[in-house]
């Protein structure tokens, strides 16, 4: 059974400071997704990795996926109040439509 | 942009209901989802439909069915409503190759 463990659960940091949020799973895939929920919202796609060693930025977020490793990681460059939200990684299941969703990191950036 | 709506935000329902949520997507998608989200639970998956007329149970389906008429719409029917279905529900399509779009969700409470 695929399971996917992120670290940390949660994660309380200072505005500009740099961190890492990991996302372990435990059967081969070759692709993996990261979204973002705000308070109270809905889930909002934020990386597609398709490959291994696929790296995607946007602004002070960047993923990478290691598939050797079934590691993915998100980091965060400098955080901002703005980037305050639940982060979540999902890995499809191999031969199925499902995905299996990470538990999720809560961020909270102190100004 | 893909589009996919619930119908509604908040919902409210005695128990013994029978509850229908109702989810519309925009792109054209063949696979729709429904998840329930509870804190500390994350993400569970209560069914899928990768084709009109086609469905399958996803992690926890008891309680719950499904219909796709049309591929567009994918409802999700509480039968009988129980207060311990009272969660945040959130439906999802996608394509081949892309991530999973979310709607809004759909706060629902069972009293």
Not at chain 1, 61 to 81: G, N, Q
Not at chain 2, 11 to 17: C, F, P, Q, S
Not at chain 2, 29 to 49: A, C, K, T, V
Not at chain 2, 52 to 71: A, C, L
């Amino acid at each position: 059974e695929l399971k996917v463990e992120q670290n940390p659960l949660f994660l309380s940091m200072q505005e500009g400071k740099n961190y890492t949020i990991y996302c372990n799973y435990s059967t081969t895939s070759d692709r993996l997704y990261w979204y973002r929920q705000d308070p109270g919202k809905s889930l909002e796609s934020l990386f597609v990795l398709l490959s291994n060693g696929a790296v995607k930025q946007e602004g002070r977020l960047m993923a990478s996926l290691d598939t050797k490793a079934r590691l993915s990681t998100l980091h965060i460059t400098a955080a901002v109040h703005d980037l305050s939200a639940t982060y979540f990684c999902a890995v499809p299941t191999s031969g199925t439509y499902k995905y299996i969703f990470g538990t999720g990191t809560r961020l909270k950036v102190l100004a | 942009d893909v589009k996919v709506t619930q119908s509604s935000r908040y919902l409210v329902k005695r128990t013994g209901e029978k509850v229908f949520l109702e989810c519309v997507q925009d792109m054209d998608h063949e696979n729709m989802f429904w998840y329930r989200q509870d804190p500390g639970l994350g993400l569970r998956l209560i069914y899928f439909s990768y084709d009109v007329k086609m469905k399958e149970k996803g992690d926890i389906p008891e309680g719950y069915s499904v219909s796709r008429e049309k591929k567009e719409r994918f409802s999700l029917i509480l039968e009988s409503a129980s207060t311990n279905q009272t969660s945040m529900y959130l439906c999802a399509s996608r394509d081949r190759g892309i991530p999973l779009h979310f709607g809004n969700g759909t706060r629902l409470t069972v009293t």
